[in-house]
């Protein structure tokens, strides 16, 4: 039996009847891993010896009848901008070059106690800035589908890594659709947390009013295990919500029912997508009508600014953030500066990519005198509006259903210097950050033999409705667990 082919729900129940031990199941993903990552490059850090602790572990826990949950055992990735304590962290950057966190990102706390074993960190567009995974300063991620193609960003070692078979589970990031357009272009899911539902506490900040970590993996019981485990109030992020969103669990609540359910479809969300991601996207609006459900057309119309106020939104935001990496405290240092400003300077012109200097660049100039009220204030005028658009939406609808992406995975080198372009393809994602909604992304079919995903959006806090929704979408269509032939074409 092939076990990187199979999920964690069924990994886990062949885990209680001891049909295999954790250390067997992650020493079959590690041989998959050498079998595969070479032509993939999903990792940045592989952690063997760390996973194969925490295996031991788990099996010790079962043995003994210690507390287990149903992942407890089952490997997960996690991008490489969030923490684990004495694991190197790199932001896909030169600036971090030797960093090893001195402590663990509350998720990655979350995970070692549920004795979850870190298979390694994945690659990502550099500070997570980038929409195909090739703004990474350290090695390129390849789509498992089709290697001449990328795997979408700025989480697609992640998604590439389910994709392969490499790991059933692992984490992302989104702040303006990083988890859910690699899980689109690789076919599998990802899951985009109302805003503050998950804690950001030991991740690296990109845009603070726009990031969520995000559970990815390749069924929608397998997202709602992870995400079981990784929900929770924590007192050290701020922002983290008190409120008990997943209760008692959106696994033990998952379910298929879909009578008497209005699913909205914005028109100007079909009407810049490639041809193939439309009929994929319509022929699963017939599969939730045949389930009962209700599908409403409806106008978003503020969708139209949704770029240009993410842009600048985010960029102002990463303009701050990523002023601490200065090349004085940690991380990269030039030599032979002359001065303290020397230092600075030199240090993040050698050790920042491109596309973050450009976004710092457009942030402190949207940010500076005479231009703050014209660009950024307006901005945050249109988030509002944006906002308030969805909220009128959810009056009549208990779920928004459109395409993630305008189009399947792009070829490697096609848009990554076109950064208008690439800032483009975020269209259909960027909204739902802007309003702090959940979201997530599941295959729904395929396009010039790629996969295609479906996005389905909730209200607030509503992420049971839009897991039960794309729960019984998967189960109706039976797409699911799509595990890439590598090097192939398609399924």
């Known amino acids: 039996m092939e076990l990187y082919r199979l999920t964690a729900v069924e990994i886990s129940a062949m885990l209680e009847r001891r049909e295999i031990s954790s250390r067997e199941l992650c020493g079959e993903l590690a041989a998959r891993t050498d079998e595969v990552e070479e032509s993939v490059g999903a990792y940045i850090t592989q952690t063997r010896e760390k996973m194969l602790e925490t295996a031991d572990t788990a099996d010790s826990r079962r043995a003994s009848g210690g507390p287990v949950t149903k992942l407890t ?10 923490c684990v304590e004495g694991v190197p962290m790199t932001c896909a950057s030169r600036m971090l070059e030797g960093f090893v966190p001195p402590y663990s990102a509350h998720v990655a706390e979350s995970m070692a106690a549920a004795a979850i074993p870190l298979s390694g960190k994945t690659n990502l567009d550099e500070f997570a800035m980038g929409s195909t995974c090739e703004t990474s300063a350290l090695q390129n991620t390849k789509n498992p589908h089709d290697l001449s193609r990328v795997p979408g960003g700025s989480s697609g070692g992640s998604a590439a890594a389910l994709a392969s078979g490499e790991v059933p589970l692992a984490l992302g990031s989104d702040t303006g659709g990083s988890s859910r357009a690699p899980a689109a272009f690789c076919g599998v899911v990802g899951l985009k947390p109302t805003y503050g539902a998950v804690s950001r506490h030991g991740a690296a900040a990109f845009a603070s009013s726009l990031d969520q970590i995000a559970p990815m993996a390749r069924c929608i019981e397998d997202v709602a295990l992870l995400a079981d485990v ?16 997943k209760k008692d669990g959106f696994f033990k609540n998952l379910s298929a029912g879909m009578s008497g359910k209005t699913i909205g479809l914005p028109e100007e969300y079909l009407s810049c997508v490639d041809g193939g991601v439309a009929e994929a996207v319509k022929s699963a609006a017939k599969t939730f009508e045949s389930l009962g459900a209700k599908i409403l057309p409806i106008s978003l119309p503020m969708l139209r600014y949704a770029v240009e106020t993410y842009m600048i939104i985010s960029s102002a935001e990463a303009s701050s953030n990523l002023a601490k990496f200065d090349g004085v405290k940690y991380g990269y240092r030039a030599e032979g500066a002359k001065d303290i400003f020397d230092l600075i300077r030199r240090s993040r012109t050698e050790a920042l990519g491109e596309e973050v200097k450009r976004r710092i660049m457009l942030g402190t100039y949207v940010l500076s005198s005479g231009y703050y009220d014209a660009y950024y204030n307006k901005a945050r005028a249109a988030s509002l509006r944006i906002r308030a658009e969805f909220i ?16 399947v995975a792009y070829k490697a080198g096609s848009i990554v210097h076109d950064p208008a372009r690439m800032y483009a393809g975020d269209v259909l994602t960027v909204s739902v950050n802007i309003a702090g909604l959940p ?7 395929f396009s010039e033999g790629m996969p295609v995903g479906l996005q389905l959006i909730g209200r607030h806090f509503g992420e049971q409705e839009i897991l039960n929704a794309a729960f019984a979408f998967e189960r109706e269509s039976g797409i699911k667990n ?10």
Do not use: Q, W
Not at 73 to 82: S, T
Not at 482 to 491: H, L, N, P, S
């Open 439 to 445: 979201a997530i992304s599941v295959p729904c079919g």
């Open 392 to 407: 009128k939406a959810f009056e009549t609808c208990d779920v928004l259903m459109t395409p993630t992406t305008t189009g």
């Open 482 to 491: 799509i595990v890439a032939d590598i090097g192939g074409t398609g399924r």
């Open 73 to 82: 055992g089952i490997p997960a990735a996690i991008k490489d901008n969030i």
């Open 230 to 245: 990784v929900y929770s109030h924590d007192a050290r992020d701020a922002m983290s919500s008190p409120e008990d969103v």
